[in-house]
C-alpha cells in the first residue's frame, strides 16, 4: 500500500483522546502505511527567526508509526494567511457572509506565502508513490505549488466547509484564481450534494466546463474528479466514551440536578455560522408560546472559545451575552434559568454524558459543512429512551439524517413549534426515528468517509 500523507492546517497526536474522531480516523489510515502529518505547528515566531520565504525550522516527531512534521509561522504570514484570507474571506464568504467579509488585498499575498511555503518545506519529505490528502479551505492552492516544484503524486482535497452558490462565490475577488487551483487535484471531496451542485453550477457558467463522465469535469485545460462524501464519527469510540467514568459522572450528575426539569443541549464553537443568537431567540419564543415550559425547560450551550481575534467573534460573544442576560432576566426564577451558557470548552469525555441527559439536542447553524455534533448526539442516546434531534435544514448533515425534526433556524416560532414537538415526542416515535438515525450514522461513519475518499482518490 502507498504512505499515505495528510496536509492540514493543524496536525493533532492521533493517540490522544481529546484529538477527535477525525484526528482519529486520518491516525488509522496514516497508521496503516507508516505515514506523515504535515502542517503549522501552531507556533508563531518573529519575523527575524523566519526566512526571506517566511520559511521556519521544520520540527519533526513521531506519534507511534505515524511521522508529524510542523513548521512555525511568522507573526505577519499567520495574520494574512490564517486570520485574514482563511478566516476573514473564505470561511465567512463559504457560509455565505459576505456582510462578515474582510476582503483586504493584503491577505491573499499571505495566502499564497504560506502555501508556497509549505509546499516547500513538504517536497523533499515525499517519496514518488505517496498519495496525498490535502484538507480544507486554508490549503487550497497547495496542490498547485506542489505542482509547479514538480510533484506528480496522486494529490485528493477534502473541504470540510460549505461550497455556496456561484453568484455568492464571485463575490470573492480571486475566486476565479481558487477555483482553478482546485484543478491541480485529482480528486475533490465535498461533503453533500447540495455543495456539489453549487460547486458543478460554478464550473459550467464561471469556468465553461463541461462534464466528462460521472462526477468529472473538464476546465483550465484540466480535469478533476469532484464527489460528495459526507464526512462521520466514530460512532463505536463515541459509544465507548459514553460507558467511561467521566461520561457516566456528568450523566448522574445532570439527572440528579435535572430530576424535575427538560433538559436541552448545545455544543458548539462560539462561532456566527452556527447560529446561536438565532437559537437563543427560539427558546425565549418556546416559553412565551408554551408557557408551560417555564420553570423546566433548561437549555445547556456550550459555545467553546473560538478564533477570538477575529473581530466578528467579540461581536458575537457580546450578542450572545446580552441575549442570554435578558432571557434569564426576564423569564428566571429563584431555582431556574432558562439558559444556562458556557463559554468554555468541556472536556470530550465528559459530552456523551451531556447529550444522553438531554431529551432534546439543539443542533441549529445558519450553514454548515455537516455539523458532527448531531451525529454524536445520536451516538450517544440510549436506544431504549432516547432524545430527540432538532436539527437546522441548512446542516449538511440534514441531507442525511432526515429523521431529525428539521427547522428553519432564521424562523424563530417555527424552531419553537418543533422543539415543542421534540419536548413531548412519545416514547415510541422517538425509537424509531433513533434507530433509523442511528443506523444512518454507523453505514456512513467516520471510517467508511476515510475509505471511500481514499479508494476513489486511487482510481482518479
Ligand atoms: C468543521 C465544519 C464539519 C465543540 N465544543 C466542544 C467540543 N466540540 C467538538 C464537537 C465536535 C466538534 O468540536 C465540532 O464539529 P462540527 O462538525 O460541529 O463543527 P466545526 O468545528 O465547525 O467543523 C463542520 C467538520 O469540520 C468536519 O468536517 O462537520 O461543518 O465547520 O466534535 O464535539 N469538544 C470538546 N469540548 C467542547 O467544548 N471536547
Given at each position: 500500500m502507498p504512505r499515505l500523507v495528510v496536509v492540514s492546517n493543524r496536525v493533532a497526536d492521533p493517540r490522544k483522546t481529546a484529538a477527535g474522531g477525525l484526528a482519529v480516523a486520518l491516525g488509522e489510515a496514516l497508521n496503516a502505511t507508516g505515514g506523515l502529518w504535515f502542517g503549522w505547528s501552531g507556533n508563531i515566531v518573529e519575523r527575524t527567526e523566519a526566512g526571506a520565504q517566511g520559511q521556519t525550522q521544520l520540527h519533526v516527531q513521531r506519534a507511534g508509526d505515524v511521522t508529524l512534521a510542523t513548521v512555525d509561522l511568522s507573526r505577519e504570514d499567520h495574520d494574512a494567511y490564517y486570520l485574514g484570507y482563511s478566516n476573514g474571506v473564505l470561511w465567512p464568504v463559504f457560509h455565505y457572509r459576505l456582510d462578515l467579509a474582510d476582503f483586504d488585498a493584503g491577505y491573499i499575498g499571505g495566502y499564497r506565502r504560506v502555501n508556497r511555503m509549505f509546499a516547500q518545506q513538504l517536497l523533499p519529505l515525499l517519496r514518488p508513490d505517496d498519495v496525498i490528502w490535502v484538507h480544507d479551505y486554508h490549503l487550497i492552492p497547495l496542490a498547485e505549488e506542489l505542482r509547479t516544484l514538480g510533484c506528480r503524486q496522486r494529490?485528493?482535497?477534502?473541504?470540510?466547509?460549505?461550497?455556496?452558490?456561484?453568484?455568492?462565490?464571485?463575490?470573492?475577488?480571486?475566486?476565479?484564481?481558487?477555483?482553478?487551483?482546485?484543478?491541480?487535484?485529482?480528486?475533490?471531496?465535498?461533503?453533500?450534494?447540495?455543495?456539489?451542485?453549487?460547486?458543478?453550477?460554478?464550473?459550467?457558467t464561471e469556468a465553461q466546463a463541461e462534464q466528462v463522465a460521472d462526477g468529472r469535469f473538464n476546465a483550465f485545460g484540466r480535469q478533476l474528479q469532484v464527489q460528495?462524501?459526507?464526512?462521520?464519527?466514530?460512532?463505536?469510540?463515541?459509544?465507548?466514551?459514553?460507558?467511561?467514568?467521566?461520561?457516566?459522572?456528568?450523566?448522574?450528575?445532570?439527572?440528579?440536578?435535572?430530576?424535575?426539569?427538560?433538559?436541552?443541549?448545545?455544543?458548539?464553537?462560539?462561532?456566527?455560522?452556527?447560529?446561536?443568537?438565532?437559537?437563543?431567540?427560539?427558546?425565549?419564543?418556546?416559553?412565551?408560546?408554551?408557557?408551560?415550559?417555564?420553570?423546566?425547560?433548561?437549555?445547556?450551550?456550550?459555545?467553546?472559545?473560538?478564533?477570538?481575534?477575529?473581530?466578528?467573534?467579540?461581536?458575537?460573544?457580546?450578542?450572545?451575552?446580552?441575549?442570554?442576560?435578558?432571557?434569564?432576566?426576564?423569564?428566571?426564577?429563584?431555582d431556574w434559568m432558562p439558559i444556562r451558557y458556557i463559554h468554555r470548552t468541556v472536556a470530550r469525555k465528559r459530552l456523551p454524558g451531556l447529550y444522553r441527559a438531554s431529551r432534546v439536542a439543539l443542533v441549529t447553524p445558519l450553514r454548515d459543512g455537516m455539523n458532527l455534533v448531531a451525529k454524536e448526539f445520536i451516538a450517544a442516546q440510549d436506544p431504549a429512551d432516547p432524545g430527540v434531534l432538532v436539527l437546522s435544514r441548512f446542516a449538511g448533515a440534514a441531507e442525511q439524517l432526515r429523521d431529525a425534526l428539521l427547522v428553519n433556524p432564521y424562523d424563530s416560532d417555527g424552531t419553537a413549534d418543533a422543539i415543542q414537538h421534540a419536548l413531548h415526542m412519545p416514547l415510541e416515535e422517538r425509537?424509531?426515528?433513533?434507530?433509523?438515525?442511528?443506523?444512518?450514522?454507523?453505514?456512513?461513519?467516520?471510517?467508511?468517509?476515510?475509505?471511500?475518499?481514499l479508494e476513489a482518490l486511487r482510481q482518479s
Amino acid at each position: 500500500m502507498p504512505r499515505l500523507v495528510v496536509v492540514s492546517n493543524r496536525v493533532a497526536d492521533p493517540r490522544k483522546t481529546a484529538a477527535g474522531g477525525l484526528a482519529v480516523a486520518l491516525g488509522e489510515a496514516l497508521n496503516a502505511t507508516g505515514g506523515l502529518w504535515f502542517g503549522w505547528s501552531g507556533n508563531i515566531v518573529e519575523r527575524t527567526e523566519a526566512g526571506a520565504q517566511g520559511q521556519t525550522q521544520l520540527h519533526v516527531q513521531r506519534a507511534g508509526d505515524v511521522t508529524l512534521a510542523t513548521v512555525d509561522l511568522s507573526r505577519e504570514d499567520h495574520d494574512a494567511y490564517y486570520l485574514g484570507y482563511s478566516n476573514g474571506v473564505l470561511w465567512p464568504v463559504f457560509h455565505y457572509r459576505l456582510d462578515l467579509a474582510d476582503f483586504d488585498a493584503g491577505y491573499i499575498g499571505g495566502y499564497r506565502r504560506v502555501n508556497r511555503m509549505f509546499a516547500q518545506q513538504l517536497l523533499p519529505l515525499l517519496r514518488p508513490d505517496d498519495v496525498i490528502w490535502v484538507h480544507d479551505y486554508h490549503l487550497i492552492p497547495l496542490a498547485e505549488e506542489l505542482r509547479t516544484l514538480g510533484c506528480r503524486q496522486r494529490i485528493g482535497f477534502f473541504l470540510h466547509i460549505p461550497v455556496p452558490p456561484p453568484l455568492i462565490m464571485a463575490a470573492i475577488p480571486a475566486h476565479e484564481w481558487l477555483i482553478r487551483a482546485l484543478f491541480a487535484y485529482d480528486l475533490l471531496g465535498l461533503q453533500s450534494q447540495t455543495d456539489l451542485s453549487h460547486f458543478a453550477r460554478y464550473v459550467y457558467t464561471e469556468a465553461q466546463a463541461e462534464q466528462v463522465a460521472d462526477g468529472r469535469f473538464n476546465a483550465f485545460g484540466r480535469q478533476l474528479q469532484v464527489q460528495a462524501f459526507p464526512i462521520g464519527i466514530d460512532v463505536d469510540e463515541f459509544a465507548a466514551l459514553a460507558e467511561g467514568r467521566e461520561a457516566q459522572e456528568t450523566l448522574a450528575t445532570m439527572r440528579e440536578q435535572y430530576a424535575k426539569r427538560r433538559l436541552l443541549v448545545g455544543v458548539d464553537r462560539l462561532d456566527y455560522s452556527k447560529g446561536l443568537p438565532q437559537r437563543l431567540r427560539a427558546m425565549r419564543s418556546l416559553l412565551q408560546r408554551y408557557p408551560g415550559n417555564c420553570n423546566s425547560a433548561t437549555l445547556i450551550q456550550i459555545a467553546s472559545p473560538s478564533r477570538e481575534t477575529v473581530g466578528a467573534y467579540n461581536d458575537l460573544r457580546r450578542q450572545l451575552e446580552g441575549l442570554c442576560g435578558s432571557i434569564n432576566g426576564n423569564f428566571g426564577e429563584l431555582d431556574w434559568m432558562p439558559i444556562r451558557y458556557i463559554h468554555r470548552t468541556v472536556a470530550r469525555k465528559r459530552l456523551p454524558g451531556l447529550y444522553r441527559a438531554s431529551r432534546v439536542a439543539l443542533v441549529t447553524p445558519l450553514r454548515d459543512g455537516m455539523n458532527l455534533v448531531a451525529k454524536e448526539f445520536i451516538a450517544a442516546q440510549d436506544p431504549a429512551d432516547p432524545g430527540v434531534l432538532v436539527l437546522s435544514r441548512f446542516a449538511g448533515a440534514a441531507e442525511q439524517l432526515r429523521d431529525a425534526l428539521l427547522v428553519n433556524p432564521y424562523d424563530s416560532d417555527g424552531t419553537a413549534d418543533a422543539i415543542q414537538h421534540a419536548l413531548h415526542m412519545p416514547l415510541e416515535e422517538r425509537q424509531v426515528r433513533h434507530e433509523r438515525l442511528l443506523a444512518n450514522i454507523r453505514e456512513f461513519d467516520v471510517h467508511w468517509w476515510q475509505r471511500s475518499f481514499l479508494e476513489a482518490l486511487r482510481q482518479s
